[in-house]
């Protein structure tokens, strides 16, 4: 726990992330010890933010949680002194939502199609420059899942957040316990998001290859683009995903 103490003009600020933050961090300033993410020592320039500072270590605001200065909170905008010492906390899991809305960047489709499987509501699109994605974000109100840190610390940008882990069960994984949002699996297309609603055999038999109509009774239908799904020898990899997402 940090303590309160006088700033001195010749001290440089000292700022301690938690375990969390660590991956953010130069690998010279993250700690080799258990649960510390690691320790940042910068010059006090007087104009800087501790928002800014904080940034300017690697770490992107939307992945911090709570900051203090010498014990106490403080708000990014807070400018600290010579001699500060800044912990600087992970967001909180898990983190509330305004409404459980994503958008994924160019490089996430793999995780974009998950989620959709598990029924949230997912945009995506893999030609998508920075610019559009912060458009779409922000006049949809959706959260911008993103691997990017540079993105993250656009100031334009309403809402983002960091996705850990290299393979798309790993970053579901990740999201899942960040947010904590309600699942429907097997309610939205995964190609195009849209909702998937019942549909009686004869009204898609047209769109089916002669084994699928006579092995399959029950199929659903995307109401944006049509595509047919059924539950057929493909989905039981599909399962085990929605599987260990609801468990």
Known sequence: MLVGMASSPHRPLELEFGPELGLFLA????????????????????????????EAA?????????????????????????????LVGAISRPQSLPEPRFLLDVHLGALARRMRLVGLDTAYSNDLDDDTLIELANSGRRLLLTKDRGLLRRRRLWLGAYVRGDRADEQLSDVLDRFGPALE??????????????????????????????????FSRCAVCGRVYWRGAHS???????????G
């Open 58 to 86: 690697g770490v992107p605001l939307p992945e911090v949680g709570s900051l203090l200065v010498n014990g106490t909170p403080v708000q990014p905008s807070h400018q600290p002194a010579s001699g500060d010492r800044i």
């Open 185 to 218: 699996p097997w309610t939205r297309c995964m190609v195009c998001n849209g909702e998937l609603r019942p549909a009686p055999k004869e009204e898609v038999a047209a769109q089916l290859l002669p084994g699928t109509r006579r092995t399959y009774r029950e």
């Open 27 to 54: 690998p010279r300033d993250r700690s080799a010890e258990p649960g510390r993410g690691g320790i940042v020592r910068v010059r006090a320039d007087g104009t800087s933010t501790i928002g800014h500072v904080v």
């Open 236 to 246: 039981r990899r599909l399962a085990r995903i929605v599987a260990a997402a609801t």
